[in-house]
């Protein structure tokens, strides 16, 4: 009878490359810039109406990167990927991806829309001129939990960027925003 150990080890190799694949295929899966900056109009839509609060903040954002649909998905070795746009002015100014990798105690699958505003021009003038921004390590970000009567924290409101996890769909269990690497895509 094989150990538990053994049949872990097995696991973890058969997500690992499962996740490789997937990754692999990703760039020739890539939404158009049409495609990406119609489902950022629409995760943004969904934002403001699920998070009155975050269309404020919004409003007073040097730029807003926007994630629709960001899919992460473990058991064991977990990974994360999605597409989007950052937008100033309301306008699309470049196009993005997320990615990243994780091994530890996690499982399950999860589909979620993730919206970073920079809320001062320095932070959006670092995070454009990086070639590879990581979340975390490149720039803190807080993520936005909304107190009594759905308002958020002043303290919040300090931060330089502010992110908003949205239309989450699935479960997924120690997958987080820390260490995801965000890098620009040509289009």
């Known amino acids: 009878m094989k150990t538990f150990r053994e049949n872990l080890s097995r696991i973890s190799i058969a997500a690992l490359l499962l996740g ?97 505003m920079f809320m001062t021009a320095d932070a959006l003038k670092k995070f454009r001129d990086s070639k590879g921004w990581k979340a975390g390590v490149d720039g803190s970000v807080a993520i936005v939990t909304l107190g009594a009567g759905g308002q958020i924290g002043s303290e919040t409101l300090q931060k330089p960027i502010i992110g908003f996890e949205f239309n989450n769909k699935g479960l997924m269990a120690n997958l987080t925003l820390e260490g995801s690497k965000v890098s620009r895509i040509e289009r």
């Open 20 to 116: 490789t694949w997937a990754f692999a295929a990703a760039p020739a899966l890539a939404a158009s810039k049409d495609e990406i900056d119609s489902h950022v109009r629409v995760a943004l839509e969904d934002l403001y109406r699920l998070n009155p609060g975050a269309k404020k903040v919004a409003d007073q954002a040097a730029g807003i990167l926007v994630f629709p649909s960001v899919v992460k998905g473990g058991f064991i070795v977990g990974a994360e990927y999605g597409e989007g746009a950052l937008q100033v002015g309301g306008k699309s100014v470049a196009y993005y991806n997320i990615i990243s990798g994780s091994f530890g105690l996690q499982a399950g699958v999860q589909d979620e829309g993730i919206a970073l």
